[in-house]
């Protein structure tokens, strides 16, 4: 009893706290407070699969919180590439047949996380020189019969004008036209009036009215997408190729598509733009803004784009005489341009190969331009209208083909004024030497590599110049 009392009195007396409580640790335990030790970060690592267009892939350990751009911008510096603010992560749902280019903020790790795990959906690295097109040239993107103005607006607003009104808050113009829409859960499509507005896309009832109770609110964008019919057509039965939808971001069937179609190209890419900048605002010319960041020459909503110097400062030069003088006659400069491109195929023919014999002019001329970026075989009509189109529906965006019909010809298949147009070229035999032509004959070339490269600085006899070539990039 005495020692239990003893034991007692022990405890009652209170703890001194040690003073130096890291001679007592562990010797295995850390000596420096966890509130001194610097913070582990929490940016969990994930791996990506990125595809490009010959389906060869690429797999990537990326942060949580990697955008898009960051994607595309470590692509470029591991392949190599040039970076011409035209490359995009481009997201297809393979099961509905839908595609979308992801903005350059978005973020890659949220845009799987609404994939469903049984779909065999794919990201794709690819050129889209569309995507920022509108700020450069609003023009081709807003017909002046599908938008409107709010009624204490001026009448006469100047297309940039457009612009500072779509990212505006106060302001936004309306845009409106008729487009096909697809009944909730039936086959059938119905063209109705269809209006867009800053808090949402509605549809009239009545004809072409825009009376509110005439109104009937057909969906919002806050959290939904919006994708690109790719097979429109094949899959849900759409009255034209120009389909597009909404989808839910938790969605991954069919059943909750917002499904649209419009009557031509031109349309489609105006609803689409108009989303766009209604969903996001600022933040895409924040976006288009980026790489032009810190240069002096750039002001708000007049960045001119980057042109090549071909077609600001390059000339016809004649030089056979004892000064040199510029060509100012077209057709003196179209032949002499001819004869240089013949001139220098004729000395490249004295080259040898590596069996130390000349290079033959026929064979060399047939198969030269097999190795270039812009050639694509035996693709057909349709492939290649896809492939432009993914490319991004700006004037100048081509590709060469081997025609489908006559196995002598070839197709250059180019985007103008938001179409896709296909001109043969033809070969022609003349004493013996073989030429390419897209005019009859009245201008000739030895091969299809001088055909572009004439083009590329003359517009000729197409509608616009070849400027951005369709590239099957591999990873």
Known sequence: NRRKKKDDNTLEIPSIPNPFPELC???????????????????????????SEDDTSRALEVPSDVTARDVCQL?????????????????QLTHTGLGRAIEDHELVMEVQSNWVMEEENKLYFRKNYAKYEFFKNPL??????????????NAAVSHSGIL?????????????????????????WKKLYFLLRRSGLYFSTKGTSKEPRHLQFFCEFSNSDMYMSLTGKKISGAPTNYGFCFKPNKSGGT????????????????????????????????????????????????????????????????????????IENPTEALSVAVEEGLAWRRRGC??????????AMSSMGMSIHRSQSWFHHKISREEAQRLILQHGLVDGVFLVRDSQSNPKTFVLSLSHGLKIKHFQIVPL???????YTLDDGHTRFTDL??????????????PCKLKHYCARIAL
């Open 350 to 359: 004295l080259r040898l190969n590596s069996h130390g014999s000349p290079i």
């Open 449 to 462: 590599i001088q055909l572009v490269e004439f083009y590329q600085l003359n517009k000729g006899v197409l």
């Open 164 to 188: 500072q009104m779509f990212l505006s808050s106060s302001t936004y113009p309306e845009i409106h036209g008729y487009l096909h829409a697809k009944e909730q859960g039936k086959k059938s």
């Open 255 to 326: 059943r909750d598509l917002k499904q649209l179609c419009a009557d031509d190209e031109q349309s489609r890419t105006c609803w689409m733009t108009a989303v766009r900048l209604l969903k996001y605002g600022m933040q895409l010319y924040q976006n288009y803004m980026q790489p032009y960041q810190g240069r002096s020459v750039c002001s708000p909503l007049n960045v001119t784009p980057m042109r090549s110097i071909s077609e600001n400062s390059l000339v016809a030069m004649d030089f056979s005489g004892n000064r040199s003088r510029v």
């Open 429 to 435: 035999e003349d004493d013996g030497k073989l030429f």
């Open 140 to 153: 081709s993107f807003f017909p002046d019969r599908m938008i409107s103005f709010p009624s204490d607006t």
């Open 25 to 51: 640790c562990s010797p295995f335990a850390s000596v420096l407070s966890a509130s001194l030790l610097p913070k582990a970060t929490s940016r969990k690592k994930q791996v990506i699969k990125v595809y």
């Open 75 to 91: 692509l470029i510096l591991k392949n190599h590439y040039i970076d011409d603010h035209s490359w995009t992560l481009f997201e």
